[in-house]
DNA sequence: TCGGTTTCGATCGTTTCCGATCGTTTCGTT
DNA sequence: AACGAAACGATCGGAAACGATCGAAACCGA
């Protein structure tokens, strides 16, 4: 253990500089064994990432300063005064709070003021909530609306005609409307999918489920990012359960989720992606109900990160970065309200983040209690 | 022990590197049993998948993202006064000159100064020029490399394992590596193509020929975007000629276009979107000494918006946003520089825009991004 | 049995990392 | 202000690791 990897190093530098707030420099030589020369240049290093502040005989923590000017904002034109902005949220229960307060502070910061409706996953309802809040008097809207079936297209191309500037938020227009010249920001959920799957894969499992909410707008994404994951890394599908289930709480709930764990046992599947927090949590209660162990016997990643932290054992969780969703979608609002005309159709995709917490066994914390 | 198939041997390294966190290289020749070089050839699969990540002398775990939320506040990077941002751009003659400015202007703009060195659409190439900026001390990078082949994949998985962020211009990671976290901002050709198509088509004509110059990196999506337009609008392919021309200027260039005059008259051809100004004006030459008449005989669209409207007749032609595009990179660069874990991958298309000038032969206005 | 393909290992030149040394700068004490 | 000690940066050389190429062995289908 006396060799270590230039990576196990900065590790070490970053978790002592962290819990003691300064570090000397000898102290540094002494801990990771290595020479005083070498100690220089791993700090360096960490302080040209910005990791760390070198002063003279040792480092100490990066002071927070302020966020870069003006952020990951466009070029924009002339500051609109006082803009007022509109969004149609499918629901405010569940997933959208996040990314309408990412909208909220973006469109505060512009010195602007947002104005929500919620809607319920229903084109004629969503195209209500429009015209509201266009008779309202918004300079531009921000909406997620439902996209599917025929009504689906028709809000779409309705919502591309009108004459304020709309930015999608997590929705795109569908195949059948390829070329709708719409702004729109939103979350590669298939790249998030993958995420849990390779954590997964890592851990060593191999026979990976999935569980996926029905009805919700999310799932297909998943399911293809699950699909594509799995067989990119080669690994088998064959008695793999891949269940659509309806939502926690409906009548069917129980006797399904029970469905899910037999099949996982049955098949000798040990983790499983769980779209939903909810779902992933319903789950949880259940394998406690029925002695089956977390993650012992079976590994969980949840998908949406709303609660999942919260949950008994903390769940791994993949994270959409709503609340940067929902800025970042009011930020491409607004310069498009700056500048209607030439600015070019902007699409934005964000991957999620994955947030590793104990469903799944994953050793890392205990494997370097020792350095 | 002596004998193990490749995924035996995969799955010994994930349980190793998972139990210890980090394995040097040596350790792994050792528990496999096998020679160095092979385990290296396992150690960049996996890393490849996505599965581990490879350090110099050994393997540590992925972080996609941190275990702890580092404290309360919103850890930022170091206030950086003056960030210095490098540029690796493929050519410095056509195309990426506006690229460069757009991304100029945006440093410039954030009181930064852009650092840029020209390559010439070769990996070996990009990479010399990527090293020269970071032994200049640049803090972050927009590249625009090669990513075709062996060594454009090779090259990107260097960029994706440097210390300073790394921002992709007008190139995504090859479906090889789908999985690499880089950021980018690139142009949607394809939609530019099928804006080039529809408008063709909206004047009338149905049978829409294709242009494109060999050996741009272009060429590809355009093809696909006429592709595309072309099917979903159930216009005809069959006898429309669609070419892959030498560039402008070359020993076969005069037999080339007059192929090209010819098919698109044989067959009945009056519309043609040519990929590159220099070989649409290079046929605009061709058409005015053979008595073809533009628009009326031949309308023409021209892709890029370099020089198009210099030509005569001017020609009507696809722009992409090239300086917004670099602008954009510039600012997706300065905002990973300053908060370089949190942030998301950000993923930024532009649609081009379509510029109505006299070659098509219509008096429709100047077409905007939004209608 | 044959030919093609895949997989693994040996070798070599190159790159990268690490430590020793030395001269210079910075800090703290008198 | 002067001094010494500590820290720092630069340079060099050895050792380890890396990538590329080639060749041998195993595998597989015909």
Redesign the interface.
Known sequence: MN?K????RHELILRAV?THGTVRLPDLVELLGVSAVTVRRDVT?LA???LV?RVHGGITM??????????????VGPAQTHPLVGMVAPSVEYYWPAVIQGAQTAVAAAGGRLVLRASSYDAIEDRRRVCELLDRGVQTLLVAPSTTGRAGVELLRWL??QSV?VVLVERLPPPAL??I??DAAVT?HE?GA??AV??L????HSRIGLVTSRQSPHSDAIRAGWT?AVS??ELPFNGVPALDVPPYGSPQWTRVVDQVIDECLNASVHAVLVHADREAIGLLERTRERGVRVPEDLAVVSYDDEVAAASDPPLTAV?P?KH?LGALAAQLALA?LAD??????????????????ESCGN???T??GLG
Chains 1, 2 share one sequence.
């Open positions: 060799q990897l230039a990576a196990q962290r290093a040209d990432r910005g502040v990066p002071r927070h300063a302020e966020p870069f000017p003006r952020g990951p904002q466009s070029v591309g005609a500037p390829p070329t010249a719409l590669d790249i993958g995420l390779r954590h894969a890592t851990l060593g594509t990119s890394l994270r970065q940067r498009r209607p005309l030439d600015r070019p159709v902007h699409r934005v995709v964000l991957w999620p983040t994955l947030t590793v917490r050793e890392l914390n494997s370097r």
